[in-house]
């Protein structure tokens, strides 16, 4: 459990780097960061007010996030003496760099000598219990894709929100890094061991009330040649109710792996409707969640009205267009 | 890599503890193993020359390997000094306990100071890379199961036997710990990292000859809802020319998940055939065995025969009948 808001970390990034992560904290929860705190020859500017840890801290904030990530997930040697001045200002650390934290001697004598906690969401030690199977209280939807890297997350925001402005009860649960610092806690798939994939699934969706919906970060694909096992964990563990099928229709193969061509949306549904089914025999396709990004507006609704017609269920654009009906869909269920 | 031949390290267990590895072993690769060292009390006798570390030493042993699984996997604190002993006598130690070898520190200085190794096979410190899903030369076959422990391991000892007898070049590739006390070699898969299963498939079937065959264990099952992940990892990452389905006819659900009822054989090779096509679009199932400890030798026959009309490939129970025609079916792929 990360503790928020966040002062966002970008230390003297060059304007090349993305600040992917403190952006995403800035679009879906915005309340959550009070600030950015950037170094003399930074590039980057978030339009956040400009803060020292010290300030941040009076100001409410409860950690400084690391919100750039610089080329191969290293932490510079010359960040440290900040990254231990904010600790010192009252600060826990949140990275999603490959580095630890925890890794930094002087941090993690600053930390310990000062009660700071450091968070690499990248990593974890937390252990699961192997899957029970058992059907847990309370619906779930989580979205799928037909590759990595085309919506998945940004469609379980997009409809949690959406959701939660009707007043339903819906959480966001987050499986990868990036989600984690938007929701301020979750897990890692891609940390846990394989025997412990769909256990760590059903511990991130326990139990909930009959009406509450827990909307799950999808991760990888069933049809990408090195992903597809954290990708069944999550279908399996997550028992879903609820499917959204992710896709890019400029996308013509597995991104990395061109011998390997996307699936049909038809393929695609089939086979995830199949492996849900296993732990949850209500499991079906609510919607199809398109990423248009490439595309004209024209090509954009004929791709959209074409998923329609051969899925049969409603399809959108979270940044684009038509979210509405597929939350009718999910509040028909 | 483990070092043959072995002396089976007996301790004191009672007569109620299973030698499952060490069984193995003697079954498999009776040259392998040089003889068993009991202590007073000791309740277990697997026929074979009783010898302390140093005679086996003299008699060519290069490793101890750990016969019996105490209760849940420890190691009796008595035995410590016993396997001090062995390291000092010249021998390696193999373990497939839960506890480490190298966490118990006298045997650490023991096997420091005299240059001899520690295995613990139930536990992995290689790292492997993502997939690449590139095809390589050679062929497989896979063994995988509508449950676990039903038979993916014998039957894959089995059919490479049974392949090398007919001068064919295969060899059996391990995937769990007693599959590698074995094989002397090999990944157990369930120690891998999720986003790295494929890959470590990937990496214990490597490149091969045109007519050469890696004989695959299986693990788990895609119709477990706990370990389904694994299994997908093996099948995505061996990429079988060959798949071998097993399968207890007498057993009706998921070993101690009994809601979860098993599938017929059409359906887990339609499953299984599927999900290997991601990867290899010649994968096919060659043959069925059955494991049918719990028939009669007419009701066998009887499954054996049901099998090869619902699937029309040869079956076989390779503690009981058969083997030969599935030899012949893989032969002539």
Redesign the interface.
């Not at 040649?225 to 954290?230: F, G, K, R, T, W």
């Given at each position: 459990m990360l503790r928020k808001p966040y002062l966002a970390f970008l230390g003297d990034a060059p304007s090349s780097v993305t600040a992917k992560t403190a952006l995403g904290v800035r679009q879906w929860c915005p309340d959550d960061i009070v600030g950015q705190w950037s170094l003399p020859g930074c590039g980057i500017d978030l339009d956040l007010p400009e803060m020292t840890p010290g300030q941040a801290r009076a100001d409410g904030a409860a950690s400084l996030l690391i919100g750039v990530a610089p080329r191969g997930g290293k932490l510079p040697e010359s960040w440290r003496a900040h990254l231990v001045t904010a600790v010192e200002a009252g600060l826990d650390i949140v990275s999603g760099l490959h580095d630890r934290l925890s890794d930094i001697p002087e941090l993690a004598e600053a930390a310990a000598r000062t009660g700071r906690a450091l968070h690499d969401v990248r990593h974890n030690d937390r252990s699961f219990a192997?899957?029970?199977?058992?059907k847990r209280a309370g619906k779930r939807l989580l979205t799928v894709g037909t590759d990595c890297a085309l919506g998945k997350k940004y469609t379980a925001l997009a409809i949690a929100q959406a959701m939660q402005k009707r007043a339903m009860l819906a959480d966001f649960r987050a499986t990868g890094q990036t989600g984690i610092i938007i929701a301020g806690e979750g897990i890692a798939?891609?940390?846990?061991?394989?025997?412990f994939?769909?256990?760590a699934a059903e511990a991130l969706t326990p139990d909930a009330a009959d009406d509450h919906w827990d909307i799950i970060e999808g991760q990888g694909s069933l049809?990408h040649?090195?992903?597809?096992?954290?990708t069944?964990?999550l279908v399996?563990g997550s028992q879903p109710d609820a499917i959204i099928l992710c896709h890019d229709p400029a996308r013509a193969a597995v991104t990395g792996?061109p011998?390997?061509p996307l699936p049909s949306l038809a393929e695609a549904a089939k086979?995830y409707v199949?492996a849900a089914r296993?732990?949850n025999p209500a499991a079906r396709i609510v919607a199809v969640s398109l990423n248009t990004l490439e595309l004209s507006d024209e090509a954009a609704r004929q791709a959209a009205s074409d998923a329609e017609t051969e899925l049969g269920v409603p399809c959108f654009d979270p940044l684009r267009f038509g979210i509405d009906a597929a939350i009718d869909a999910i509040a028909a269920l």
């Open positions: 192997i899957a029970s199977g058992r798939m891609d940390t846990v061991g394989a025997d994939l769909s256990g049809f040649p090195a992903y597809a096992p954290v069944l964990g399996h792996f011998d390997y086979a199949c296993l732990t």
